[in-house]
T-cell receptor, first 113, second 112 residues
């Protein structure tokens, strides 16, 4: 079956530090890959996505590249802000399965001023 | 409305009672999903409705769980004979097929 594994948190960084949250997946075929973010007190929001190998998703300074050879979709940001403090979820959806998402366990990011 | 609306936002129920959770999707969205977020299991897919097709129920954990979507819009998730392990946040999402899913704020269910 499909599965997503992401690094456990919490990840604590100082403002302007470089962020990497690792995500690897197991799936048959060619899934779409996503990063969702859950800010305190808010619902899940799509942060970025990639639908095929070597695609790079980007949004709000965050980036992730779909690496089929390593089955990975690591999230990166060059300079985090306090406002980036949230829980980040990596997810996949099988090809043509819409948003039937398999999520990783989530990684809590805390950014200190 | 502007977003996916879920009600109630919080529900406390006694073990063994039935509960109904409601989801109002974004108008015009043909796809509707239910997920469950719990401490032990993380975020789990429960059920998926797409247009008039038969729903994909592959994620429902037991036959105590059921869901319907009336008129292609509002959906109700029903849990019968609730158990303590059903305590979780139940999330609803809607989308146009293959486009971004928008999530509601969820219903926090506590079974005592």
């Amino acid at each position: 079956g499909n599965s997503v594994t992401q690094m456990e948190g919490p990840v604590t960084l100082s403002e302007e530090a470089f962020l990497t949250i690792n995500c690897t997946y197991t799936a048959t075929g060619y899934p779409s890959l996503f990063w969702y973010v859950q800010y305190p007190g808010e619902g899940l929001q799509l942060l970025l996505k990639a639908t095929k190998a070597d695609d790079k998703g980007s949004n709000k300074g965050f980036e992730a590249t779909y690496r089929k050879e390593t089955t990975s979709f690591h999230l990166e940001k060059g300079s985090v802000q306090v406002s980036d403090s949230a829980v980040y979820f990596c997810a996949l959806s099988p090809n043509n399965a819409g948003n039937m998402l398999t999520f990783g366990g989530g990684t809590r990011l805390m950014v200190k001023p | 409305g502007a977003g996916v609306s879920q009600s109630p936002s919080n529900k406390v129920t006694e073990k063994g009672k039935d509960v109904e959770l409601r989801c109002d999707p974004i108008s015009g969205h043909t796809a509707l999903y239910w997920y469950r977020q719990s401490l032990g299991q993380g975020l789990e897919f429960l059920i998926y409705f797409q247009g008039n097709s038969a729903p994909d129920k592959s994620g429902l954990p037991s036959d105590r769980f059921s869901a319907e979507r009336t008129g292609g819009s509002v959906s109700t998730l029903t849990i019968q004979r609730t158990q303590q392990e059903d305590s979780a946040v139940y999330l609803c999402a809607s989308s146009l097929f293959l486009t971004e899913a928008f999530f509601g704020q969820g219903t926090r269910l506590t079974v005592v």
